[in-house]
């Protein structure tokens, strides 16, 4: 007798596994209305498949929305485009740069993580599966401690501090505007933080940013 291979889901692409199908439905379904309220019937129906698929690739529907969320994460970041390079430009304009990737970054997935305040499973398997070494937090780390190395910045600058300092800017401005009772809707401008953020790091003897004109 005949095996008849599984029949293909409608929104399925040539080559595309179910398992990939799922994510790429329950990401596409972050970016467009959030986490809040996802179920596993609303993700079947909308990857054309029936509900019990899904526990077919994935042990329950938490790890299905945490890998959704990472997937929906490294998309944001890849349409944002890339950081600068340490060495290059100038400590400011590059500092800016990433201040402007990470607010563009936190206006994307603070809402979908606000989504999972009630689902602490959900938040316990993206930990999981993520990789730390991806996050731009981290990346700002490495761009400091590269600029460190090369002289840019002040030798024993606190740049751990500087970056979770830089990383609150942009969680705290994008809460303030997503959930205005939660911080002033004015939070400083880019440019006063990356002033403020250099004279805690630039090298002594170093002319203000501001004085220099490159902030404008």
Known sequence: MAVMSPRKAAAQRD??????????????????HGTTGMTV?????????????????????????????????RTTEAELGELPVAGEGTVTGNLRRHLEFGLALHK????AFSG??????VLERFAEIS??????RDRLVAYLKEERALGRLRPGSEVDATAALLVGYCHASVMAAV?????????PTVDSVVTAALHGIAPAGAEPPAASGVLG
Do not use: C
């Open 131 to 136: 990789e730390r070494s991806g996050y731009w």
């Open 15 to 32: 080559g595309q596994s179910l398992h990939d199908l799922l994510v790429e439905t329950a990401q596409k379904m972050i970016a467009t």
């Open 41 to 73: 019937r609303e993700i079947a129906r909308m990857a054309g498949v029936a509900d019990g698929v899904l526990y077919n690739h994935f042990s329950d529907k938490e790890e299905l929305v945490a890998r959704a969320l990472l997937e929906h994460v």
């Open 108 to 111: 994307v997935i603070v809402p």
């Open 179 to 187: 959930f205005p009772h939660t911080g002033p809707l004015d939070p």
């Open 116 to 121: 999972l305040v009630g689902q602490p499973r």
